[in-house]
């Protein structure tokens, strides 16, 4: 990958970084509404605990993608970004692209079912 490559991927995971952080916020305030915007009709109550759980996962994963943006952004002037940890190949960089956070070539993960 040569340098203005890794200044491009630097712009990319700032800008997902970024657009994480705010849906995490997002979802955050849709866990904790506002008090007075809760409700005591019973199916309401139910559906909302179902809309919870949805929202747990969602912040969750969200977290977790986060963390992994975050490493990828600290590894990116190191000589493995981009490497496959597998097999040691480049990863395409279309790939990286949609997910900058990939450790793993495609076929690699497929292999490891990841
Ligand atoms: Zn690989």
Same mark, same amino acid.
């Given at each position: 990958m040569t340098a203005l490559e890794k200044k491009e991927f630097k712009q990319i995971i700032e800008k997902q970084i970024g657009t994480l952080s705010r849906e995490i916020e997002e979802i955050r305030s849709a866990i904790y509404?506002?008090? !007075? /915007?809760? %409700?005591?009709?019973k199916v309401a109550h139910i559906s909302f605990k179902q809309e919870q759980s949805i929202h747990f996962q969602r912040y969750d994963e969200a977290g977790k993608r986060l963390n992994r943006l975050k490493h990828a952004y600290m590894k =990116?002037? %190191?000589? /493995?970004? !981009? =490497?496959?940890? /597998?097999?040691e190949e480049e990863i395409p960089l279309e790939r990286l692209k949609l997910l900058p956070e990939s450790q793993y070539c495609v076929s690699c993960m497929n292999e490891l079912g990841l």
């Amino acid at each position: 990958m040569t340098a203005l490559e890794k200044k491009e991927f630097k712009q990319i995971i700032e800008k997902q970084i970024g657009t994480l952080s705010r849906e995490i916020e997002e979802i955050r305030s849709a866990i904790y509404p506002n008090k !007075g /915007e809760g %409700t005591s009709d019973k199916v309401a109550h139910i559906s909302f605990k179902q809309e919870q759980s949805i929202h747990f996962q969602r912040y969750d994963e969200a977290g977790k993608r986060l963390n992994r943006l975050k490493h990828a952004y600290m590894k =990116i002037d %190191t000589p /493995e970004y !981009g =490497i496959c940890q /597998e097999c040691e190949e480049e990863i395409p960089l279309e790939r990286l692209k949609l997910l900058p956070e990939s450790q793993y070539c495609v076929s690699c993960m497929n292999e490891l079912g990841l």
